[in-house]
């Protein structure tokens, strides 16, 4: 019997993986994993190299672990230890990649049906109607991709996955190079879509954009290692590691040195590098000399031109404006205050503020938009 026969819905998907991949050159890459998965959608965050895909690849089959357990609900997929390992055909997943890989010389219907050749016609017909329905591309059923738009092909890719009933669906960065809006209507479809199958649904990406589209629960890992899980504020408002940092937004990446501990306020002084610059941060299991690295959002920092007083901000650094660089409805200004930081600044601010090369500013920073990584 199919390990899979019968009801999987609103089970949980656990994995614990292990798998070293070896590339000519290269020292080996581990990926030591272990996470579950509940009904609903669970991001995979973490920068380019930390394992994603790798993972999702295991769980849908197409990769071998070399030893660990996969299971859905009661349905063992994985076992090194009893040698099981179910085929990926038969694992019930559904697997969207960022190339989406519709074919082209199929219609809409024809790609949405392919997976569905082992039923009678008249439920073959009922199944693509609702779930184009769902994905509100009902209108296209005889176009084919080359004839509908990027966004569009995204809905159809869903639907000719999710069209096969399954109980798992894996999703590795399907909406790359969609703007903010189209993929939160898509988003909003798979929701729609899910509140009733409820199932588990793993969403890899390195875009912090999306995580907060996304919601709900976030798992970041790197260097194939997880490195913590939870609310999506919990996880990338506070990141453990510098790559993550990274990858979460965090675009002013500091060394220093601590100079003491306050315990009684909750916060340690920080020296910038070499220089005369100090930050007020959290209090972190450090002590008085050892080396931290200080991680800050460019837009989490204010910028004044006279300076400030009477502000609750512990913060406030002297400094000047070495070049100011426009990007769309953003201008980035970095200010050198014996270390270089980036502030994100609106191109009304710079005007009404008369912001130029040269110009003496402050920056205003709360201590709790200081965080430590390693």
Not at 134 to 141: D, G, I, M, P
Not at 229 to 238: F, H, K, Q, S, T
Not at 271 to 290: F, M, Q, S
Request: charged share 25%; hydrophobic share 45%.
């Amino acid at each position: 019997m199919d390990p899979l026969d019968g009801e999987v819905k609103s089970a949980m998907l656990t994995a614990l993986i292990r798998k070293e991949l070896r590339k000519a050159g290269a020292a080996p890459f581990i990926l030591d994993i272990s996470i579950e998965v509940p009904p609903g959608i669970t991001i995979l965050f973490g920068p380019s190299g930390a394992g994603k895909s790798t993972l999702l690849d295991c769980i849908a089959g197409l990769a071998l672990p070399d030893e660990g357990r996969i299971v859905v609900g009661g349905a063992v997929l994985f076992d090194s230890a009893s040698a099981a390992n179910l085929p990926a055909q038969k694992r019930r997943i559904a697997y969207v990649f960022q190339t989406l890989a519709l074919f082209p010389h199929l219609t809409v219907e024809e790609n949405v049906a392919y997976g569905l050749t082992h039923l009678q016609a008249d439920e073959r017909a009922k199944r693509i109607a609702e779930i184009l329905n769902a994905f509100r591309v009902e209108k296209l059923y005889k176009q084919k991709p080359g004839e509908i738009s990027g966004g569009e092909k995204q809905r159809i890719a869903l639907a000719r996955s999710l069209v096969t009933d399954p109980c798992v669906l894996l999703l590795d960065e399907p909406l790359t190079g969609l703007d903010a809006e189209l993929k939160s209507a898509i988003v909003d479809d798979l929701r729609s879509w899910n509140a009733a199958k409820r199932i588990p649904i793993l969403y890899v990406t390195h875009s912090r954009e999306e995580v907060d589209a996304l919601g709900e629960r976030v798992i970041a890992i790197d260097y194939g290692r997880v490195v913590t899980a939870g609310a999506p504020m919990d996880v990338l408002d506070a990141p453990r590691r510098k790559r993550l940092a990274q990858a979460a937004g965090f675009e002013n990446l500091l060394d220093g040195t601590v100079l003491d501990l306050r315990e009684a306020d909750g916060v340690m002084r920080v020296r910038l590098g070499a220089t005369a610059c100090e930050l007020e941060v959290p209090l972190g299991y450090a002590a008085a000399g050892d080396r931290v690295r200080v991680a800050i959002r460019a837009g989490d920092i204010l910028l004044a031109t006279e300076h400030p007083r009477g502000l609750s901000a512990r913060n406030v650094i002297e400094g000047r404006i070495s070049s100011l660089e426009s990007r769309g409805t953003m201008v980035i200004a970095r200010v050198d205050c014996g270390v270089t930081l980036a502030v994100h600044i609106t191109p009304g601010a710079v005007r009404a503020l008369e912001l130029a090369a040269g110009r003496k500013v402050w920056l205003v920073l709360k201590t709790h938009s200081c965080h430590l990584v390693e």
